[in-house]
């Protein structure tokens, strides 16, 4: 079961601490969001879970962490200052400024009117002062994407980790874009963070490689709880690729909103690598790439014969943004309870639930419960070395409600039998089934 409308998702993230509007005391800022206490446990939990997939199980794949503050050169021999546009179109009337490829029947989609301008384009990068002065020649923009520094990092890879291809550099980070319209919570938004592996190999593997990091990836979606039924594989036509693209596959989810991409998928050829290459007449490359005499670097790989190549690259991108609102949106559930009354519970796979247990004494204050519940609340954050809560409040019902829409796998109670026997009342989210377990034994009845 998934949310009802966005309404649901965006009311539980407030209520219960996810996420908030940014700058909010001062009116908000646009296309901006801040993750509260549990919002950064989800996202902290997605980006572990992608890190650990993708490169502690990889021998091949190195992590990185590069600057955002990015070399405005970096971003022309990319393409970004030429092609990372999207088209703009005003509204004469209401002044509204709108995306032209989100415009239906050539009508203002806030005022209706019909008195647009011709679209233009509009570059989406943001541009900052590097130093004190600032002027036209000291400026950096904040990187789009975080793959362009993988490319610039290439040859320092190369030479402190001395890997062959295939190998990979994995990266997760925020990027910027000026989006137009923001919208749709957090769906698109002007600071986000990507996660982004650009996995090399010779140019005769890319196809394949494409396909495998199809799987891979459709895999470990399903492992965050958005099954492969629940993605429609949208192989993008040619005249739709970005301009670095040989081939792209664009994992498309039906958010609240409707269906659009999650993650992208896609064989860069030896384009980026390419470009940013110096003497790239000394190099062979099949991309149509730019004269670059600013680059002090060449990106490619000696073959066998002693003969320069450079690698093609396949990039699985994927916004953790839009993963959590997709996560979030397969977890969230409604269910009629045999009493009469509703529960929304939030069926999180254990491993991204921000609180992994809550403990609960019976009763408020009481010190034998309350010492008992704190000592086990303390044993198990120590074990599992995860967040979990002591709820010193006596309201069973209550705390059951909190923790079962807040995703909390497993709530365990302390009562009276707990002091004179040593056991505890463990109960599951989402079966809501109750057992009466010795102390000891706790771990036995958990998983994460
Ligand atoms: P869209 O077509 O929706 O604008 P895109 O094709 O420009 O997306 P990519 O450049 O392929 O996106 O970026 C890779 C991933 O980064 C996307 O699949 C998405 O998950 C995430 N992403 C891109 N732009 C945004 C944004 N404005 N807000 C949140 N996430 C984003």
Redesign the pocket.
């Known amino acids: 079961m998934v949310a009802q409308s966005m309404d649901s998702l965006v009311s539980l993230s407030k209520r219960r601490g996810f996420i908030f509007q940014s700058n909010n005391i001062y009116g908000g800022l646009q296309g901006v969001y801040d993750f509260g206490p549990l919002g950064v446990e989800l996202k902290k939990n997605i980006r572990e879970s992608w890190w650990s997939d993708i490169v502690y199980k990889n021998e091949n794949i190195f992590g990185l962490d590069a600057s955002i503050l990015t070399h405005p050169l970096v971003l022309n021999y990319s393409g970004h200052e030429e092609t990372f546009t999207d088209p703009l179109v005003d509204c004469k009337d209401c002044k509204a400024r709108h995306r032209a490829d989100f415009i239906n029947d050539s009508k203002c989609p806030l005022c209706g009117s019909t008195s647009l301008t011709e679209p233009r384009d509009f570059n989406l990068m943001f541009k900052t002062n590097i130093g004190p002065v600032a002027d036209s020649n000291n400026f950096a923009y904040l990187r789009p994407?975080t793959a362009q520094q993988i490319f610039t990092n290439f040859k320092n890879i190369m030479d402190s980790s001395s890997p062959s291809l295939p190998f990979g550099i994995a990266q997760i980070g925020k990027a910027f874009?000026n989006?137009i319209t923001?919208r749709n919570f957090i769906?698109?938004?002007?600071e986000?963070e990507?996660m982004e592996l650009e996995y090399f190999v010779k140019p005769n593997d890319a196809d394949k490689a494409l396909e495998e990091w199809l799987e891979q990836r459709l895999k470990w979606w399903d492992m965050q709880g958005v099954c492969k039924d629940k993605l429609e594989i949208y192989d993008v036509p040619s005249d739709e690729l970005s301009h670095y693209s040989k081939k792209t596959y664009d994992l498309m989810y039906e958010f609240p909103h409707g269906k659009?991409?999650?993650?992208?998928i896609a064989n860069r050829t030896d384009f980026d690598l390419g470009s940013h290459s110096q003497n790239q007449e000394t190099l062979k490359i099949n991309a149509k790439i730019k004269h670059n005499p600013d680059s002090k670097s060449k990106l490619g790989i000696q073959d066998e014969n002693g003969e320069w190549f450079v690698p093609y690259v396949i990039e699985p991108?994927?916004?953790i943004?839009?993963a959590f609102l997709a996560i979030l949106n397969e977890a969230y559930t409604e269910e009629s309870l045999e009493n009469g009354k509703n529960r929304i519970v939030l069926k999180l796979k254990p491993h991204l639930a921000p609180i992994k247990a809550a403990v609960i004494p019976l009763k408020k204050n009481d010190m034998g419960l309350v010492k008992m519940a704190t000592e086990l609340k303390n044993k198990l954050q120590k074990d599992i070395d995860q967040r979990i809560v002591l709820e010193n409040t006596g309201n069973i019902g209550k705390s059951y409600r909190k923790h079962d829409e807040i995703g909390t796998p497993y709530c365990i109670t302390i009562d009276f039998d707990s002091l004179a026997e040593g056991t505890v009342t463990i109960r599951d989210r989402d079966t809501m089934k109750q057992n009466t377990i010795k102390v000891e034994s706790i771990s036995k009845h958990m998983s994460f």
């Open positions: 994407e874009r989006e923001p769906f698109r938004v002007r986000f990507q659009e991409e999650l993650e992208g991108s994927a916004g943004e839009r």
